[in-house]
């Protein structure tokens, strides 16, 4: 099966090349040529990796199936993963489920797709042939940092850059990345925000004379974002495997459909779900969560992509986003592969900031999109309100999910599952004060009164990191991305 750009200006490849690649070095982004139907429902009795086993190969079909395998077996274990799951499901109340994707290494769902991804990009070099060493270029609103960096760290040929914005992310995210070891890796704080670095990230990714300049002295470029194709097929796992969960337990019967209801940033985690729809999973609804920063609630309703508003810095930080980079591609596979209409929207993004799809796409969304957006109040007030009616705790990103999922009135009453995309205790000062109304300023004291209110033990991947030593500390004017990349090649490169 072969790879094909949004924007139809790169000759189909191989999906060792397209993830090789990151993105469509021109721009656009690669999606499968055609989405394979499985025809595979998991009953429950599976591990995780044998479910990632049905899905993945099919998408990778230049991939020799026992590597695709060894892949699967080195990411999803017991020594990255805190259960033996690699996702739970638990129920939350009559209805809903949570699906917790945050068992991985840096206690948010990134890890599912970035525990894998560097086995993936190493099988695809060398599938192709390609002995350069890759360095990959980052932008973070928090959590792909952290996990990327663990993912990639002290990964043979491989140097990872990461950019954040400085202040946009929480205490306990920056920490994280700050104080990553390796020699591999170095971590940047930009003055700007989120959308910025992901634009200047993706122009010096897309930059020929960049590119050249270092392929002289053997090294690529290439992006963990969720525009990379091996970022994203792994998340479809997830989706099939969690719905085996249910019916293995009989909350659900096989074929029944059900909702995922999705706390949602760049469209990565909710376009794996709507591949996972294409590839066969009964799902009936796909509900986009948005926080503050609404601009993907309200293109879903009107039309109307409109970037050029305040931006918001919300106690959910990870979804503080106003240019979704997937939406692209979905927009590419509603419209049955226009990639003249995926290139003039994109365009005018880029241009103006907005762009309008016409009304019959906006409709052809509408089928499967249920879009809703919860503002900072009621996301503190679900997350207290679910722990006093079921002790469950939420964390601020998964509480947007909760909120909408209980607020939408869907008709149907088929089961909802939320996606629970990151540990409360990363984000603790905020879930505590939406637990009990209790302020504190100090993160691990928040994180400490969250175990003990909750019975939880503290994620491990935030034991021990206050009194880890920062190593990254430099931060960086927004316009200084490019020379400062130019430096650390030098460090790299030689
Ligand atoms: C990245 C992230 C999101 C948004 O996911 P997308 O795939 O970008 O839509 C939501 N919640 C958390 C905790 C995240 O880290």
């Known amino acids: ?57 099919p998408l990778l079909t230049d991939f020799p199936a026992p590597e695709v395998a060894s892949c699967i077996a080195r990411a999803y274990n017991a020594a990255s993963f805190d259960t033996d799951e690699i996702v739970n499901v638990v129920p939350l109340d009559e209805g809903r489920s949570v699906m917790e994707l945050w068992h991985g290494p840096t206690a948010a769902f990134k890890d599912v797709a970035l525990q894998i991804m560097p086995h993936l990009l190493g099988t695809a070099k060398k599938i192709i042939g390609d002995r350069s060493h890759t360095v990959i270029l980052v932008a973070t609103s928090g959590d792909t940092g952290k996990a990327a960096l663990e993912g990639f760290r002290n990964c043979d040929g491989i140097a990872i850059i990461v950019f954040y914005p400085h202040g946009g992310v929480s205490e306990v995210q920056k920490l994280q990345m700050t104080t990553t070891d390796g020699t591999n890796t170095r971590v940047i704080g930009v003055k700007g925000n989120f959308d910025e670095c992901q634009t200047e990230v993706k122009r010096l990714l897309g930059s020929s004379s960049l590119r050249e300049r270092y392929r002289e002295k053997g090294f690529e470029f290439s992006s963990a974002n969720s525009i990379n194709w091996g970022r994203l097929c792994p998340q479809i796992a997830y989706y099939f495997s969690s719905y085996g969960k249910l019916v293995g337990r009989g909350t659900i019967a096989a074929g029944d459909k059900v909702n995922f209801c999705i ?49 918001s810095r919300t106690v959910s930080p990870s979804m503080d986003i106003l240019i979704s980079s997937n939406l692209e591609r979905f927009l590419y596979e509603v419209t049955g592969h226009d990639a003249g209409a995926a290139a003039g929207w994109s365009r005018s993004l880029a241009g103006t900031g907005a762009f309008r799809v016409d009304e019959p796409t906006r409709e052809a969304m509408g089928r499967f999109i249920v879009p809703g957006w919860v503002d900072e109040q009621e996301v503190l007030a679900t997350i207290g309100a679910t722990f006093r ?69 503290v994620h491990r991947a935030l034991l021990q990191l206050r009194q880890r030593q920062e190593r990254h500390t430099r931060v960086i004017e927004k316009n200084m991305m490019q020379d400062t990349l130019v430096e650390l090649m030098q460090d790299i490169a030689g």
């Open 263 to 311: 706390p949602t940033g760049n469209f990565g985690n909710i376009l794996a779900g709507y591949y996972a729809m294409r590839m066969g999973l009964p799902i009936d609804k796909l509900i986009c969560a948005s926080n503050a920063n609404k601009v993907l609630a309200d293109f879903f309703a009107a039309g109307l992509y409109d970037s050029n508003r305040p931006f």
């Open 389 to 457: 009616q079921t002790g469950y705790v939420l964390d601020t990103h998964t509480a947007v999910a909760a909120a909408l999922g209980r607020r939408v009135a869907l008709p149907d009453g088929r089961h909802t599952i939320i996606a629970s995309t990151a540990s409360p205790f990363k984000f603790g000062t905020a879930v505590l004060k939406g637990m009990t109304g209790e302020v504190v300023d100090d993160e691990f004291r928040a994180i400490d009164r969250i175990s003990t209110l909750s019975g939880m033990p």
């Open 1 to 57: 099966m072969q790879y094909v750009s949004t924007r139809n200006n790169h000759p189909p490849v191989n999906a060792s090349r397209a993830i090789a690649l990151g993105m469509v070095p021109e721009g656009g982004l690669f999606v499968p040529e055609t989405v394979p139907d499985l025809g595979f429902l998991p009953t429950g009795s599976e591990s995780y990796g044998s479910v990632a086993e049905r899905i993945l190969p």
